[in-house]
């Protein structure tokens, strides 16, 4: 095990590691509750998911197998540089297959396969307040949750369907954890939404800028916010994907030309890898 | 498929960090900066990155400065990204700026006072003319010299206390919160606002504060004082019962003197905007103190209308290593999000034209 | 003084990484693998473990185990050892504990706040014994405690009335850890 001269396994000192694990015990106890924690500056800037890699830096131990993505994307430039950062400093081994890590760390996308016991899927959250846009102040937004009072975000989607006819979020949808917190799934399309539910892995949220760590457990209830006569639905691009023929996974548009040219791709590298050498293995 | 040749991230981010270190070198022909230079010649640069670098080492921020490029907030980060790996040792004792060793202290309420007005070394009456002269690298003929007095120079603020003009500040014995180490929650004590407003960025405090000049905060400040020197840090270590002096940093402290209305249980009287800052750093340390004194407002009940009184947006948005990450983030790809908005567009879109249609 | 990790940093991850998944999936048992090898008189392995885990200067500890645990505690973990249960962020019983009620239970804005008790009980075994259900369950789970006090469940329920306030606790027997966070509902067989 090799690690990075001068600074800690994982990077992050003792002290650090121990107040954001305290965090963590406490953001499972209560699921979708956003716990405050002290926030360190990281090497990576706030934004680029410092919460997310704090999160990692604490949980993680030599043993681990660890997966960054960015965008579905194991060779995005974030998640290049994520995965590094962890390599250099934990020393740990990394991978691009979803099966094989024991922590994925990512950042707006859940993977298409679905994860087992015992995973844990990190989210880099850049606003981890679902109501932020509709009340910025956070001792409002603390008073709301407290009282389960989530009336604004309501009649924000029932102003949506009187103007347009539909809910305008598309990604960052907002959940409801085991019927108690509205929950900011952080910025993954709404088409990922369902994969949160009852998920048999554990989830676990962090917001670096914004000094807040979150978590569902395994097998929580976790709903999408909608109403009985306009139901949620999943938006995904109708396509298929160019690479592995996927009709079910979510697209990735690619402008091809400057005449209105378009093809699709997978956005989850891993899933649509695996589709097409299987593809090649069977002809 | 050319389109999605995305793999070579790795290369990518290699090519690019040698193409920086180049770009950050400059002509290799042209002489090295060394840190001495930087923190004797640059030594303005040097106070505002450790301040807002909350790390008070002068060659750090001078090595930072130069890797940085020259670019003050990134080199105010690389700064905070060294120091949070640092262990806390402990806590000193307060300073006592009474006790400061004087470069240059001036009052805008007094025009005499005791300890008297030290203008030293400042830019306030230069007549702002390219000076030519430096091209040359001559160097500038020596300043007059004398002995310093060794007067006391008493706080203004604490002058007109002694005339019961001042609103008092209670004293507290409670170890203060420490920002870098727990998150700000609202409302904030003063403690913590003050942390805050120390390592908040100066172009943003210095806007808030110029606004509360403009009207927007109801301001009638005046500078008290303003005094820049040399303070002891001390240490009083658990074991002994003395405190230990650590050794001297340089601080700029603004006191501004505002009026009060008074209220229906006090009587009107000058309450007080504090401003400190590590180094020589003026306008921080003047456009803390009035956003200090706007940020009293629900303190003094005082009717907040300003952007400066809301202590939410002040705090949260005045950290510019946060702001920049952020602001930043967005050269990041976002093209999940994107995809999802144009369906949803496009859903919107031709339900509306069918709509229009029928 | 008995020693404290063999490894602090990597006993202080392994151990949390149990808390972690037993906090994550109520009433499954784990061994922890990395507890000090000798702790101190009246702190079993696990408890021993998570004291230095997850304790600090930042948490003030109420323990029962006496004089010479309290002593292991503040200069392994340097934690603040507190006479009064209700300040503990930290409550580590070996014996008859604090009632639930008694201890930091958080507020409706502030449910982190809360306590964490951790119960050192007579035995823990899976497959029988108390029904489970909750977050972190996939239906229901079974957890056999012998040990804890009798009113324990009357207890839990009051807590879970409290929700999202409320006392997370962690089992401990020996070696062995179980976890019951605030959410989980509890009943006899």
């Known amino acids: 095990m090799t690690t990075a001269a001068g600074y800690n396994f994982g990077y992050l000192d003792e002290n650090s590691k121990r107040m954001i694990r305290r965090a963590l015990l406490k953001a499972v106890a209560v699921p979708g509750y956003q716990v405050p924690f002290g926030s360190r500056e990281m090497p990576l800037p706030y934004g680029w998911g410092t919460g997310g890699i704090q999160v990692t830096a ?16 194991d060779d995005t430039t974030n998640a290049v540089s994520i995965r590094r950062f962890f390599a250099k400093v934990a020393g740990v081994a990394t991978t691009e297959r979803t099966a ?70 598309s990604y960052n949808y907002p959940v409801m954890v085991d019927d108690r917190y509205l929950m900011s799934p952080s910025p993954i399309p709404s088409f990922d939404n369902p994969k949160l539910h009852r998920m048999p892995a554990l989830q676990l949220f962090g917001a670096g800028r914004e000094k807040r760590i979150y978590a569902v457990p395994p097998y929580t209830k976790v709903r999408s916010l909608d109403f009985e006569d306009h139901p949620f639905q999943p938006i995904r691009a109708d396509g298929t994907c160019a690479l592995c023929g ?18 699709f791709i997978c956005s989850d590298t891993d899933y649509c890898g695996t589709r097409a050498a299987g593809q090649e293995a069977a002809e | 498929m050319a389109y999605v040749a995305v793999k070579g991230g790795e290369r990518a981010i290699d090519a690019a960090h040698g193409w920086l270190a180049e770009a950050r070198r400059g002509d290799p022909e042209c002489p090295d900066l060394s840190l001495t230079q930087i923190e004797q010649q640059l030594g303005l640069a040097v106070d505002r990155v450790m301040a807002e670098g909350s790390c008070h080492d002068r060659s750090l921020a001078a090595l930072a400065i130069k890797q940085a490029r020259g670019d003050l907030i990134e080199a ?35 025009k005499d006072l005791p300890g008297g007005q030290i203008l030293g070394p400042t830019f306030d009456y230069t007549h702002r003319l390219l000076d030519f002269a430096l091209l040359a690298g001559t160097p500038p003929p020596p300043a007059p010299q004398a002995t310093p007095k060794r007067e006391a120079a008493p706080r203004v603020t604490g002058i007109l206390a002694a005339e019961g003009l001042m609103r008092p500040e209670t004293a507290s014995e409670a170890a203060p919160a420490d920002l870098t180490r727990e998150p700000l929650a609202f409302p904030a004590d003063r403690s913590m606002r003050l942390q805050a407003l120390a390592r908040g960025d100066e172009g943003f405090l210095l806007a808030l504060g110029y606004s509360t000049q403009r009207g927007y905060g109801n301001a009638h400040p005046f500078v008290g004082e303003l005094r820049v020197g040399e303070v002891s840090i001390e240490l009083q270590p658990p074991e002994l019962d003395f405190p230990i002096d650590i050794g001297d940093i340089t601080v700029t402290e603004c006191q501004m003197v505002n009026q009060f209305a008074g209220s229906k249980t006090e009587p009107a009287q000058f309450t007080r905007g504090y401003g400190l800052s590590f180094g020589h750093s003026e306008r921080k340390a003047m456009a803390m103190a009035l956003v200090d004194r706007a940020l009293r407002a629900r303190e003094l009940g005082e009717e907040i209308t300003a952007p400066a009184q809301q202590e939410e947006f002040v705090l949260l948005h005045s950290d510019n290593v946060e702001s920049t990450g952020f602001v930043e983030h967005l050269k990041l790809p976002h093209y999940v999000d994107f995809q999802n908005e144009l369906e949803k567009l496009r859903e919107i879109r031709a339900d509306a034209l069918r709509n229009a249609a029928e | 003084m008995n020693p404290g990790f063999a490894d602090p940093t990597l006993d202080a991850q392994t151990s949390f990484r149990a808390v972690l998944d037993a906090m994550a999936q109520p009433g499954r048992i784990l061994r922890l693998h990395a507890s000090p090898a000798q702790p101190p008189a009246g702190l079993a392995p696990a408890a021993a473990a998570l004291l230095l885990a997850l304790t600090d200067a930042d948490t003030p500890v109420w323990l029962d185990a006496g004089p010479a645990a309290a002593a292991w505690g503040r200069f392994h973990a340097g934690c603040r050892i507190v006479d009064d249960p209700r300040q503990a962020s930290f409550v580590f019983a070996s014996g008859p504990p604090p ?26 075994a899976a497959g029988s014994g108390w029904v489970l259900r909750g977050p972190g369950i996939d239906a229901t789970a079974r957890l056999l405690v012998l040990g804890a006090p009798a009113d324990f469940l009357a207890q839990r329920a009051a807590n879970l009335a409290a929700f999202p306030c409320g006392v997370d606790t962690i089992l401990t027997c020996g070696p062995l850890l179980a976890a019951l966070p605030r959410t989980t509902r509890v009943e006899a067989a």
């Open chain 1, 58 to 73: 604490s949980i993680i131990g030599p043993d681990d197998v660890l997966k960054v993505i960015d965008q579905g994307a």
């Open chain 1, 100 to 169: 094989e890590a024991s922590i994925i760390q990512t950042r707006h996308r859940v993977p298409e396969a679905p994860l087992r016991e015992g995973q844990i899927l990190v989210y880099q959250v850049p606003m981890p307040e679902p109501m932020f846009r509709l009340e910025p102040r956070l001792a409002e937004t603390r008073k709301l949750h407290a009282l389960a009072d989530y009336s604004i975000m309501h009649i924000k989607f029932y102003e949506d369907i009187a103007r347009t006819g539909h809910i305008a979020t």
């Open chain 1, 246 to 263: 996927s009709r079910e996974s979510y697209l990735d548009e690619i402008v091809t030309d400057d005449r209105g040219g378009r093809m």
């Open chain 2, 76 to 110: 105010a980060y690389l700064l905070r990204a060294y120091r949070t790996t640092l262990s806390r040792f402990g806590a000193s004792r307060p300073i006592d700026t009474d006790a400061m060793r004087l470069r240059r202290r001036i009052s805008a309420t007094y």
């Open chain 3, 99 to 124: 009632s639930q009620a008694a201890l930091a239970q958080g507020s409706a804005e502030e449910p982190h706040l809360s306590a964490t008790l951790v119960l050192e009980v007579a035995q823990l």
